[in-house]
């Protein structure tokens, strides 16, 4: 199993200094500190972004096909897959639908 990295390791002492182990972070220069140096190598090996584009169940819930999850595509969602405009449309199918 692979050590846990950079982040990893500021989360952990951030949680166990919220938790009231009494460490505090040690400031930047200091012995012992993370080096600039050592945040550009934990640059290189973080997980990539996957680019902003749907991805998994989030594809099922785009209802209109635009790339994006919208307010429209939960319209659609509430309304069986029909988007209404305007309050008259609205006020029109609560009545008589």
């Given amino acids: 199993m692979a050590k846990p ?15 009231g182990s009494g460490e505090k972070m040690r400031k930047p220069g200091t012995p012992g500190a993370p080096t600039s140096q050592n945040f550009k190598d934990a640059a290189k090996t973080a997980k990539k972004s996957h680019g902003g584009e749907l991805h998994g169940g989030q594809k099922k819930l785009d209802k209109n096909k635009d790339g994006k999850i ?21 006020r029109r199918a609560q009545n008589h639908g």
Avoid: C, E, P, W
């Fill in 70 to 90: 919208s307010g429209t595509d939960f319209k659609m969602m509430h309304k069986g897959g029909k988007v209404i405009a305007g309050n008259a449309n609205r």
């Fill in 5 to 19: 990295g950079l982040y990893a390791n500021i989360q952990a002492k951030r949680r166990r200094i919220k938790a």
